[in-house]
């Protein structure tokens, strides 16, 4: 039996932030981006130096329409720190994929580049859709990582177990932007109702 198809009345016109971290799961947020703008949600996307390499920056413009932001110090003439208002403008933030440097990061608060000083300067929900190798899941630091980072509210969906980039068979795969979309609604949804 399949899920029931969410109700994307309940995003339109929400301000997500999606952050794209260095994993080869970057392509599935294409798809994700695209989701949330045909839906009527506003996207704007922060990538990390290494996600750039997987996915390019162009993509996403082309699909938000906005500017991409891959560089803590990209605007110096704009008087209001960038990772400040993308967080104050935030209602939602999706890290899609989570690598295990990202969780890591923000488990610990490091912030060396603008997606992770966006996090730390956040307060909307966060959602993390983590995609790696199966026996990186599975090490103690990343499952440390994890329970901190629930411990602290931040929401996780996946990953699924499947067929990975390594050609092994494990847990490790990015959620289905589909899963992912339908998360998103739910959290929102759950926002709108408080």
């Known amino acids: 039996m399949t899920a029931p198809e969410p109700n994307l009345d309940i995003i339109r016109g929400r301000e997500i932030l999606v952050g794209v971290t260095g994993g080869i799961a970057a392509y599935k947020t294409a798809a994700l981006v695209s989701a ?7 996207a704007s996307v922060i990538m990390t130096e290494h996600a750039t390499r997987f996915v390019g920056p ?5 699909l938000t329409g906005r500017p991409v932001h891959t ?6 003439d704009v008087y209001k720190a960038e990772h400040i208002a993308l967080a104050e403008r935030a209602e939602l933030v999706v890290v899609a994929p989570a690598t295990a440097n990202c969780l890591a990061k923000l488990a610990h608060g490091i912030a ?14 966060l959602l993390a859709a983590p995609a790696m190798n199966a026996r990186m899941w599975a090490h103690p ?5 994890v329970e901190l980072l629930r411990s602290r509210g931040v929401r996780f969906i ?19 932007p589909q899963e992912i979309l ?3 609604v739910d959290i929102l949804g759950s926002r709108a109702k408080a």
Do not use: H, W, Y
Not at 141 to 145: E, Q, S, T
């Open 36 to 42: 949330l703008v045909q839906a009527g949600a506003g």
């Open 58 to 62: 162009l993509t996403f413009q082309t």
């Open 71 to 76: 560089d803590l110090f990209e605007s110096p």
């Open 112 to 125: 060396d580049d603008l997606l992770s000083t966006v996090l730390l300067a956040v307060e909307a929900p």
């Open 141 to 145: 630091a990343v499952k440390a990582n």
């Open 158 to 176: 996946g990953p699924e177990e499947g067929r990975l980039a390594c050609g092994t068979v494990g847990p490790g795969r990015m959620a289905e």
């Open 182 to 184: 339908r998360q998103i």
